[in-house]
T-cell receptor, first 113, second 113 residues
Framework: QQKVQQSPESLSVPEGGMASLNCTSSDRNFQYFWWYRQHSGEGPKALM?????GDKKEGRFTAHLNKASLHVSLHIRDSQPSDSALYFCAASEHDSGSWQLIFGSGTQLTVMP | GPKVLQIPSHQIIDMGQMVTLNCDPV?????FYWYKQILGQQMEFLVNFYNGKVMEKSKLFKDQFSVERPDGSYFTLKIQPTALEDSAVYFC???????????FGPGTRLTVL
């Protein structure tokens, strides 16, 4: 079983709409989460990190973490065609001395003009 | 923003040959990483490197793999000998500290025939 699972696999939203992406860790040791975005032909770029319970907002992007359920979500309001990309959730442990990022399989977001 | 460069962008080699993938990390970053992404699958951690040493490696980092960064030049991933299952896109990343944002390069697509 993958340690970091994302849903949905793909998502289409109209321009100006809200996109909601989900991520769940199956390992309670993974408590630190990142959202990365990857445009075609490029490497992933970090959007934001979230390490504490609750919401974290950066511009049009809001991440929400629930450590009890190990669920993290990313909400993109006022979606733009340039937001069309592959979105990865990544988690890490830290406490055990491991700093590697464990990636989910991604959500392909398409924002339709 | 800070950029990580990877050379070459594509590499095609015959099975059993040696290949070296080059990464030019963000200047002043001290931590370096390699990830492997097979087409259609999630990105997987291979190794991280600091102060001339491997800090952590995954099961994917086979004995045929090695990394080094001689005298502040490129951070390299060497595979010798290559196998068919090494065909993938390899991403290099760097960060200024552990747990800090990892900046990714655009990847090197390796095809082993």
């Amino acid at each position: 079983q993958q340690k970091v699972q994302q849903s949905p696999e793909s998502l289409s939203v109209p321009e100006g709409g809200m996109a909601s992406l989900n991520c769940t860790s199956s390992d309670r040791n993974f408590q630190y989460f990142w959202w990365y975005r990857q445009h075609s032909g490029e490497g992933p770029k970090a959007l934001m990190s979230i390490f504490s319970d609750g919401d974290k907002k950066e511009g049009r992007f809001t991440a929400h973490l629930n450590k009890a359920s190990l669920h993290v979500s990313l909400h993109i309001r006022d979606s733009q065609p340039s937001d069309s990309a592959l979105y990865f959730c990544a988690a890490s442990e830290h406490d055990s001395g491991s700093w590697q990022l464990i990636f989910g399989s991604g959500t392909q977001l398409t924002v339709m003009p | 923003g800070p950029k990580v460069l990877q050379i070459p962008s594509h590499q095609i080699i015959d099975m059993g040959q040696m290949v070296t993938l080059n990464c030019d990390p963000v200047s002043n970053h001290l931590y370096f990483y390699w990830y492997k992404q097979i087409l259609g699958q999630q990105m997987e951690f291979l190794v991280n490197f600091y102060n001339g040493k491997v800090m952590e490696k995954s099961k994917l980092f086979k004995d045929q793999f090695s990394v080094e960064r001689p005298d502040g030049s490129y951070f390299t991933l060497k595979i010798q000998p290559t196998a068919l299952e090494d065909s993938a896109v390899y991403f290099c990343a760097s960060s200024s500290g552990l747990g800090y944002e990892q900046y990714f390069g655009p990847g090197t697509r390796l095809t082993v025939l």
